[in-house]
Structure formats: structure tokens, C-alpha cells
């Protein structure tokens, strides 16, 4: 018997006035594993988390998560966990009334777990949320993300305005405690190169569109960069799809799609080219480049910066 | 069902919002009409005090229900709770908030008309044209017009989620359109005497009755509002 799909979604699409946020969207997620939803700004993550958790909903398609929808279902929504990246807090409340009220609703609360963080992080319980800095309070939602325990969990570029030393802290807990309670858990990021140790599969998404659905061990040998002279590195690549260019003088830099096997190799060492690995965010990077072919120059520069 | 109560507990966490900010400002204006009507029998006055400081906590509650919308339904998503359930679980503890309240006020009135208006004559509770009814009435009176000002914060906020600037404006800019439209109607038509006439002859049953109803009406508006509304 195959295991029930933990998140499913067909052909989900959402348009807010002239931008398409989410563009037919088709996924498959198993459960108790640990997904990367990688992507640029406003490229679409945050969108597809909302419709997943019932905060928000598609114009088409289907979302379905462990085969029902989530709107408006109170039993499916019990089961997951969603604190946004931007998510707003009773005006009043102070932190530990947030983990109050978060342990009343999700039943695997784990106070003690809780508690535990909130020592790690350094955070002050008896503040107003609003008296909060973007760092701590991008903590609260970390604590409430980790210790809901939920079946699903969803972290919104969790790590903002985290020093680096509460952004290894929040790795560190998050893998040790998914050893103990396996459950799943979306990931979304921008800071791709920090994270990629984690993720067990990607998901790449820019322009409402899913570029990458591939297990992270798989996805870091698709690319491969082959580096030397212009007119041997052109021989050796063929018609391989090239994702990324550079080239300096007669030195040419070529990332391509390919899978290389030890002959290959050997050949490109006899031609005297380098080949050098690509990492995941210089493949995320380059994939989301490809896809925007005529923009492509401006967005380079950014994403170098 | 039990997530409803949950919501309602998650509400009152900060006991502030719903229960000690209302007494507050209910203590505060009352202690401060007891101090004007006590300056105004020492310059020998003996005319019958009146004092419209019992609404003072109602119009409170216009901003609460503003407040617990925009504010707390964020959250509330974050918590994934259903629409639905928020939705039942803050207006039935409002519900039930308001009830206490008018209880409170019917009771306070007893005592008010015992002690003779606090030994000087004032009606701050039991205004005469609310306390010649029933029990009944008097405390569905007070009752209707606090769910009935709590509901205006609520439709108004839950407009707002769901359909942000636009829906505000879209919303205002109807409502002064019907509202111009009526006093031109009146004006033109020479309606006003006939208006009033028929607007001071409303008792207080009438008053709870319609206002109630109105309620209602709003309270089935900010449901259906809300379904689709989003964080």
C-alpha cells in the first residue's frame, strides 16, 4: 500500500490583479520529510504556504493536504502549522501569552521544548510582542513552529534578522527534533547555500512556477561546471543545455545540465578543463535566471550582490 | 465545538480586552458623574440629575470589535483555526460578555432606584425610559445595543480583511451615497416633522427589537465576509 501523500496540489493557480503569483502548480509531498521551498522574493512561496494552510485560497486547482482540502477544515488544519514571515500578533500580547495560545490549539505542544528555546534564543517572554526586535521576533514564530510539533510544518524564511549564532541554533534544534518526531516539514528560504544541508528535496519556484521538484542529493549532480579554453570547453559540452555562461578572454565558464560518468571525466581532464561541482544555490540561482530570459542581466547583478 | 471555547479562551488571555477595560472605563465615568452631580447639589440645585455615562463603555466596544478582527484573526490563522470557528468563539464570548454586562446594569439599576439615586437624586443606570419596562426589556436593551455596536466594529473590520483599502472606500463611499440620498428624499419630500414624530415615539422594546434585528443582519454579513477574507 503506498504511504498517503502528506501535501498534493493540482494545477493550482493565483492571480492577484496583474500578477501571477502561482501558475499551475502541480506537487506531490510525502510525509516526514524535510522540503526546501526555494525561490526569489515574491516568486511565489509565501502564496503557495497560505493556500496549503487554508489562509488563503486558489482561483483554480486543487490543494490537499493528507487527501483533504484544507479551507475552512478544522481537522486538516489542527494538523499544521503556518507562522508567517510577517505575521501579525494580537497588539497586547506578550511572548509567553503567544505560546499560550499556541499550546491550547496544537495538541503535540511541547512545553518543555518550548521553554528550552526560548533560553536558547535569549528571549525575553514577559515583552510585548510589539516591543519585540525583528530578531526576536522572528524567534517567536521559530518556537511556535518547532515546539506545535504539527504533523506539517511550514517555516517562512524563519531566519530573519537572526544573528548567526541563533540561525545555527535554529538548524541544529530543528534537525535534532525531526530525528525524535519525524513529521514534515516546508522550509522556505532565499538563503539557499545555509540551508542546503538540511533539505532532503527542493522545490524551486520563480514566477508562480515550479522550476525544480527534485531530491537534493539527485539535484546537486544534474549540473556540473566545466571550466578552460573557449573552443575545447565548447568541443567537450556539445549540445548539452547550458545554464549558465561566462567568459573571459579565451577562458571560457560553462555551466551545463548534464550527468558526467568517469569516462567523461577522464575526457575533460585529458582536454585540460576543470570541472568544478555547482552548488544548490548557484543552480537555484541559475535556474531562476534561465527562466527569465529577458530580464536576465539586471537580475544577474542582484543575485551577485 | 471545542475549538469555539478555545477561541474564546485564546480571547482571554489578556483579561484587559474584554473584561477589565470595559469596567474601567464603566468605573471611570461613573465615579466622575457621582463627583460633577455631587458639586452641582452643593450649589443647591434640587433638579433631577441625569447622566448618559452608562453608554461610555459601549462605544468601547465598537473599537473592539475592530480590534478583535484585525488584530486577533491574524493570529487566529497562524493558530490554524478555521474562519468559522473564530468567528463563532469571539462573537459568543462576546455574547456572553454582553450579557453579564446588561445583567450588571439591570442590577445596579435596582440598587441605584433603592439608594435614591445614590443618595442625590441621579439616574445614571436606570434612565426612567429604559427603567419603566420589565426586566426583560431592560436587559435585552442593553444587550441589543452592545452586540449591535460591537457587530458595526466587526462588519466594518471584517470589509477591511477581505477586501482592504478598496473595500473601505467601496464601503464609505456607499454608505454616504445612501445616507445624502436619504436626507435629500426628506427634504424634498417635506418628511422631517412626519420623521420625527414617528422617531421620538420609539420605545425602548421597539428599539431592542429592530436594533436586534439589525444585529443579526450584520452579525449574517461579517460571516459571510469573513469566509473568504484572508491573513
Known amino acids: ?20 503569483a502561482l501558475d499551475n502548480v502541480s506537487l506531490e509531498l510525502e510525509p516526514d520529510r524535510i522540503y526546501g521551498l526555494l525561490g526569489r522574493n515574491g516568486a511565489g512561496k509565501t502564496t503557495l504556504m497560505s493556500i ?12 490537499e493536504i493528507f487527501g483533504h482540502a484544507p479551507f475552512e477544515h478544522d481537522p486538516t488544519l489542527s494538523r499544521i502549522c503556518f507562522i508567517r514571515e510577517s505575521q501579525k500578533y494580537p497588539d497586547d500580547f506578550k511572548v509567553h ?7 491550547l490549539f496544537f495538541e503535540n505542544w511541547d512545553e518543555e521544548l518550548a521553554q528550552d528555546l526560548v533560553e536558547a534564543f535569549a528571549l525575553p517572554t514577559r515583552r510585548r510582542i510589539k516591543k519585540l526586535s525583528r530578531g526576536q521576533l522572528s524567534a517567536v514564530g521559530v ?24 540561525r545555527q541554533i535554529f538548524y541544529d534544534r530543528l534537525v535534532e527534533d525531526f ?48 571550466t578552460g579554453e573557449d573552443a575545447k ?20 565558464s560553462v555551466t551545463i545540465k548534464a550527468k558526467l560518468d568517469s569516462e567523461q571525466r577522464e575526457q575533460a581532464k585529458l582536454m585540460g578543463l576543470d570541472l568544478s561541482p555547482v552548488s544548490l544555490q548557484q543552480l537555484v540561482v541559475r535556474s531562476a535566471l534561465s527562466s527569465t530570459t529577458e530580464t536576465g542581466i539586471d537580475e544577474r547583478t542582484e543575485a551577485r550582490k | 465545538m471545542n475549538r469555539i471555547i478555545k477561541v474564546a479562551r485564546m480571547q482571554l488571555i489578556n483579561k484587559a480586552t474584554f473584561i477589565g477595560i470595559p469596567l474601567i472605563i464603566l468605573g471611570g465615568s461613573f465615579l466622575f458623574t457621582l463627583a460633577i452631580w455631587w458639586l452641582v447639589r452643593r450649589n443647591g440645585s434640587d433638579e433631577g440629575l441625569y447622566s448618559g455615562g452608562a453608554q461610555a463603555p459601549m ?63 441621579g439616574q445614571f443606570f436606570a434612565l426612567q425610559w429604559i427603567a419603566d419596562n420589565n426586566w426583560l426589556v431592560q436587559i435585552l436593551f442593553y444587550f441589543v445595543l452592545m452586540v449591535l455596536l460591537f457587530m458595526v466594529g466587526f462588519l466594518i473590520a471584517t470589509i477591511y480583511m477581505r477586501w482592504r483599502t478598496t473595500g473601505m472606500v467601496v464601503f464609505f463611499t456607499l454608505l454616504g451615497v445612501v445616507v445624502l440620498g436619504i436626507i435629500a428624499l426628506f427634504t424634498f419630500g417635506n418628511y422631517w416633522d412626519q420623521f420625527w414624530s414617528w422617531a421620538l415615539n420609539w420605545t425602548a422594546a421597539g428599539i431592542t427589537l429592530w436594533g436586534g434585528l439589525v444585529a443579526l443582519l450584520m452579525a449574517g454579513g461579517s460571516y459571510l465576509t469573513l469566509r473568504k477574507a484572508t491573513a
Open chain 1, 179 to 226: 530525528a525524535e518526531y519525524p513529521r514534515t516539514i516546508v522550509l522556505s528560504s532565499h538563503l539557499i547555500d545555509e540551508v542546503a544541508n538540511l533539505l532532503e528535496h527542493v522545490i524551486v519556484i520563480d514566477k508562480g512556477r515550479i522550476v525544480i521538484d527534485s531530491d537534493a542529493e539527485e539535484l546537486r549532480g544534474t549540473a556540473v561546471t566545466v
Open chain 1, 97 to 103: 501569552q503567544a505560546f499560550k495560545s499556541a499550546a
Open chain 1, 143 to 166: 518556537i511556535i513552529g518547532m515546539a506545535s510539533r504539527a504533523d506539517i510544518t511550514f517555516f517562512d524564511e524563519p531566519y530573519l534578522g537572526l544573528d548567526a549564532v541563533a
Open chain 1, 52 to 63: 496549503l494552510t487554508g489562509q488563503n485560497y486558489a482561483d483554480q486547482g486543487t490543494a
Open chain 2, 59 to 121: 462605544w468601547y466596544f465598537l473599537a473592539l470589535g475592530i480590534q478583535a478582527l484585525t488584530l486577533t484573526f491574524p493570529f487566529s490563522m497562524a493558530m490554524s483555526i478555521s474562519r468559522r470557528t473564530f468567528y463563532l468563539g469571539t462573537v459568543a464570548l462576546f455574547s456572553v460578555c454582553a450579557l453579564v454586562l446588561s445583567v450588571f446594569y439591570y442590577l445596579i439599576g435596582l440598587l441605584e432606584v433603592a439608594t435614591g439615586g445614590w443618595g442625590m437624586g
Open chain 1, 1 to 20: 500500500m503506498p504511504r498517503t501523500t502528506a501535501i498534493a496540489t493540482r494545477e493550482l493557480s493565483k492571480t492577484y490583479k496583474d500578477v501571477r
Open chain 1, 233 to 252: 570547453v565548447q568541443e567537450f559540452i556539445g549540445s548539452a543545455q547550458i545554464i549558465h555562461r561566462d567568459a573571459l578572454g579565451a577562458l571560457a
